[in-house]
């Protein structure tokens, strides 16, 4: 059964930057696409950013393009997402999600994504 556990999360300041890692059990990582979401308060879950198995280049959302960047570590089996110039628009909780196999292009929605963590908050203030 596979597990996403996602760390990293917190309070920090507008400009500041945050990595948040997720780490995966339970199957064999770099068999899996990878992705992150994020749902703010009152709002739809939505999609940050996502790689695939052999970790080259991600795919990112508008929103967050030049300010995040998604890696993988297979061999800790870890997915990361650094954050910069943080916003207090980024204020939500964040997810990281899996999706089983290989797959063209970017999977960009929910429903393409089988597994999901719990989520970690991270709070932008202004």
């Known amino acids: 059964q596979v597990q996403l556990v996602e760390s990293g999360g917190g309070l920090v300041q507008a400009g500041d930057s945050l990595r948040l890692s997720c780490a995966f059990s339970g199957r064999s990582f770099s068999s899996y696409a990878m992705g992150w979401f994020r749902q703010a308060p009152g709002k739809e879950r939505e999609f940050v950013g996502s790689?695939?198995?052999?970790?080259?280049?991600?795919y990112y959302a508008d929103s967050v393009k030049d300010r995040f960047s998604i890696s993988r570590d297979n061999a800790r089996t870890t997915l990361y997402l650094q954050m910069n110039s943080l916003k207090p628009e980024d204020t939500a909780v964040y997810y990281c999600?899996?999706?089983?196999?290989?797959?063209?292009?970017?999977?960009?929605?929910?429903?393409?994504?089988?597994?999901w963590g719990q989520g970690t908050q991270v709070t932008v203030s202004s």
């Open positions: 790689i695939l198995w052999n970790g080259n280049r991600g």
């Open positions: 999600a899996g999706r089983y196999g290989s797959v063209w292009p970017h999977p960009v929605q929910e429903y393409q994504y089988g597994y």
